[in-house]
């Protein structure tokens, strides 16, 4: 079974940055996405990356700001989060999909495990 831990979130300036950490013990998993849930709103695509890289995809809201990666050697997913805005305030939440699901990587359905969450605060 693979657990996640994220890591990296925090209170920054609005034009400011944080870069999110994802640590996946356990075996391997295939795509990976980071998903948001803002005050009193509901969890939110942000981006996804494939297991090799080679596919990445942005909600419009992050796009050309954020950027996802990962480490396969390492087992970690990163989400670099720059120019920052206050609509950014979430908790940000990490998943993988670890049986190789046919859903939208874009879709909360894609993933079956998920973290436990960072707080993501932007002041203006």
């Known amino acids: 079974q693979v657990q996640l831990v994220e890591s990296g979130g925090g209170l920054v300036q609005a034009g400011g940055f944080l870069k999110l950490s994802c640590a996946a013990s356990?075996?391997?998993?295939?795509?990976m996405g980071w998903f948001r849930q803002p005050p009193g709103k509901e969890r939110e695509f942000v981006a996804a990356?494939?297991?090799?890289?080679?596919?990445?995809y942005y909600a419009d809201s992050v796009k050309g700001r954020f950027s996802i990666s990962r480490d396969n050697a390492k087992n970690t997913g990163y989400l670099q989060a720059n120019s920052l805005k206050p609509e950014d305030t979430a908790v940000y939440f990490c998943?993988?999909?670890?049986?190789?699901?046919?859903?939208?990587?874009?879709?909360?359905?894609?993933?079956?495990?998920w973290g436990q969450g960072t707080q993501v605060t932007v002041s203006s």
């Open positions: 998943a993988v999909d670890s049986f190789g699901s046919t859903w939208d990587a874009r879709t909360f359905r894609r993933y079956d495990i």
């Open positions: 356990g075996r391997t998993f295939s795509t």
């Open positions: 990356i494939s297991w090799g890289g080679s596919k990445t």
